[in-house]
């Protein structure tokens, strides 16, 4: 895809075609080629943070909430980088709000893993994410599994250092 950016449109619109049994391969090519290099996102970000919310299939809502993940890294880095430059607000919001719906609903590990991550990474800049983020983990800890508890107590740890 690096080679070949005018390709990124279309694949996302196959990636964003939610209820085609084809949208998580395309997630999947698109999970891969942002772990490649972030940066091509950058012209795609308005059409992937306005879209995320309806992915709903398991196997192309894990790659989008890599996807997600790997944004809140670069939008946070100490580096300077297209994403920091690019992301806006509202993209921020949007991916905030995926993020939650992720957490809450009934999603498989790796994307709330995923969502984790990206809500404490984004929430340093929005006081009202970590107080949500905690009490959605500590309500959730004893219902999931064994990968859960060790993502959301590493996560919980690192919220309450930051408020201390």
Same mark, same amino acid.
């Given at each position: 895809?690096?080679?070949n950016? !005018?390709? @990124?449109?279309?694949?996302?619109?196959?990636?964003?075609?939610v209820?085609?049994?084809?949208?998580?391969?395309?997630?999947?090519v698109?999970?891969?080629m942002?772990? !490649?290099?972030?940066? #091509?996102?950058?012209?795609?970000? !308005?059409?992937?943070?306005? &879209?995320?919310? *309806?992915?709903?299939?398991?196997?192309?809502?894990?790659?989008?909430?890599?996807?997600?993940?790997?944004?809140?890294?670069?939008?946070?880095?100490? !580096?300077?980088?297209?994403?920091?430059?690019?992301?806006?607000?509202?993209?921020?919001?949007?991916?905030?709000?995926?993020?939650?719906?992720?957490? @809450? &609903?009934?999603?498989?590990?790796?994307? %709330?893993?995923?969502?984790?991550?990206?809500? =404490?990474?984004?929430?340093?800049?929005?006081?009202?994410?970590?107080p949500?983020? #905690?009490?959605?983990?500590? #309500?959730? =800890?004893? %219902?999931?599994?064994?990968?859960f *508890?060790?993502?959301?107590?590493?996560?919980?740890?690192?919220? %309450?250092?930051?408020?201390?």
């Open positions: 895809m690096q080679s950016p !005018e390709l @990124i449109p279309i694949l996302l619109d196959i990636l964003f075609k209820d085609d049994k084809i949208s998580p391969r395309a997630a999947w698109f999970e891969f942002c772990s !490649e290099n972030i940066e #091509t996102i950058t012209p795609h970000l !308005e059409v992937f943070t306005a &879209n995320i919310h *309806k992915v709903h299939i398991d196997s192309a809502v894990r790659p989008v909430a890599k996807v997600c993940e790997l944004i809140a890294i670069a939008y946070t880095s100490k !580096e300077d980088n297209k994403i920091k430059k690019t992301l806006n607000e509202t993209q921020i919001e949007r991916i905030i709000e995926t993020c939650f719906d992720y957490m @809450i &609903n009934d999603e498989k590990v790796a994307p %709330k893993a995923y969502s984790m991550s990206t809500l =404490f990474l984004l929430g340093k800049d929005y006081d009202w994410v970590y949500e983020l #905690t009490r959605i983990l500590e #309500t959730d =800890f004893s %219902k999931q599994s064994a990968a *508890k060790a993502r959301a107590s590493h996560i919980l740890k690192k919220v %309450k250092k930051i408020k201390s």
